[in-house]
């Protein structure tokens, strides 16, 4: 049984037009890759370390031609530029909704402990749920930003990093006849 190279990400195909999107009408080189085809790609290079050398076999079983080579090994790193280009966007704007969500979170807290400063402080238990509840709507007002600004950009970045990965990875074409 032989094992798989460190980093390799190995596709069969029928045919090359089973690595593209069949409802892009645009030039080869830059159509979209098919969804299932980008899924498995993606995959299987996050299943490989995150120092590996990343690698894509294209195995055709169609005809030998040369210019199928290079349209796929162009249109794979075109694609995955592109999309970590996308990537990026999504970033910057999860952020800029963070940054949105973090001054309405403080304004709202500011304006919750306001109110609870105009509650009476008394030992009545209906005045005390009140300004606890004020309290806790407040801090509950910041349970978004905290989540976009700490925890929601991660995984953006880490996607990011491995397109960029296979962006610039050798693409290895074989014609099975």
Same mark, same amino acid.
């Given at each position: $049984?032989? =094992?798989?190279?460190?980093?390799?990400?190995?596709?069969? *195909?029928?045919?090359?037009? &089973? %690595? /593209?999107?069949?409802?892009?009408?645009?030039?080869?080189?830059?159509?979209?890759?098919?969804?299932?085809?980008?899924? /498995?790609?993606?995959?299987?290079? @996050?299943?490989?370390?995150?120092?590996?050398?990343?690698?894509?076999?294209?195995?055709?079983?169609?005809? +030998?031609?040369?210019?199928? !080579?290079?349209? *796929?090994?162009?249109?794979?790193?075109?694609? +995955?530029?592109?999309?970590?280009?996308? !990537?990026? #966007?999504? =970033?910057?704007? %999860? /952020? @800029?909704?963070?940054?949105?969500?973090?001054? $309405?979170?403080?304004? +709202? =807290?500011?304006?919750?402990?306001?109110?609870? #400063?105009?509650?009476?402080?008394?030992?009545?238990?209906?005045?005390?749920?009140?300004?606890?509840?004020? !309290?806790?709507?407040?801090?509950?007002?910041?349970?978004?930003? *905290?989540? =976009?600004?700490?925890?929601?950009?991660?995984?953006?970045?880490?996607? @990011?990093? %491995? &397109?960029?990965? %296979?962006?610039?990875?050798?693409?290895?074409? *074989? /014609?099975?006849?």
């Amino acid at each position: $049984m032989a =094992l798989l190279s460190p980093g390799l990400i190995e596709l069969r *195909i029928g045919h090359v037009g &089973q %690595l /593209f999107n069949t409802l892009d009408t645009s030039p080869f080189h830059e159509r979209d890759l098919d969804h299932d085809a980008e899924e /498995f790609i993606v995959g299987w290079a @996050r299943e490989h370390a995150d120092g590996a050398q990343l690698r894509i076999k294209v195995t055709l079983r169609q005809k +030998f031609d040369p210019s199928v !080579t290079g349209l *796929i090994q162009e249109s794979i790193r075109h694609y +995955f530029s592109y999309r970590a280009k996308v !990537t990026r #966007s999504d =970033l910057l704007e %999860l /952020f @800029r909704e963070g940054r949105t969500a973090l001054a $309405m979170g403080v304004v +709202f =807290l500011a304006l919750t402990l306001a109110l609870r #400063s105009l509650v009476p402080n008394e030992t009545w238990a209906f005045n005390t749920w009140i300004r606890e509840g004020l !309290t806790i709507c407040g801090w509950v007002g910041l349970w978004k930003p *905290i989540d =976009l600004l700490l925890y929601r950009w991660w995984p953006l970045h880490r996607l @990011r990093g %491995l &397109q960029k990965r %296979l962006a610039i990875c050798p693409v290895e074409v *074989i /014609f099975e006849s």
